[in-house]
């Protein structure tokens, strides 16, 4: 019984042909990965931003209060002594 078993020969530079181009399709995949997370980053960086922008005024808001409640503790130390020595 003869056996007719087609085997497709490739030469090596078939071989290597087909390497880089698997190779090739996986450096792109991991140039787009690499491509969405600097998107991602550049994003969560402008969030940072915002926030701390925020934040930062929030801060200053808090000083001026600060300043104020100081002020306004010293004027009331002042009425108290005055009511104290009437």
Known sequence: ?????????TSKSDDI??????LAKKKE????KLAVTAKQLR???KQLAVT?????SIR??????AGQLRLKAKQLAV????????
């Open 1 to 9: 019984m003869k056996r007719n078993i087609s085997k497709t020969k």
């Open 17 to 22: 042909v087909l390497k880089l181009k698997v």
């Open 29 to 32: 995949h991991a140039r787009s």
């Open 43 to 45: 994003l969560k960086a």
């Open 52 to 56: 701390a922008k925020d934040k930062e």
């Open 60 to 65: 200053h808001k808090v000083a001026v209060v």
């Open 79 to 86: 009425t108290a002594k005055e009511k104290e020595d009437v």
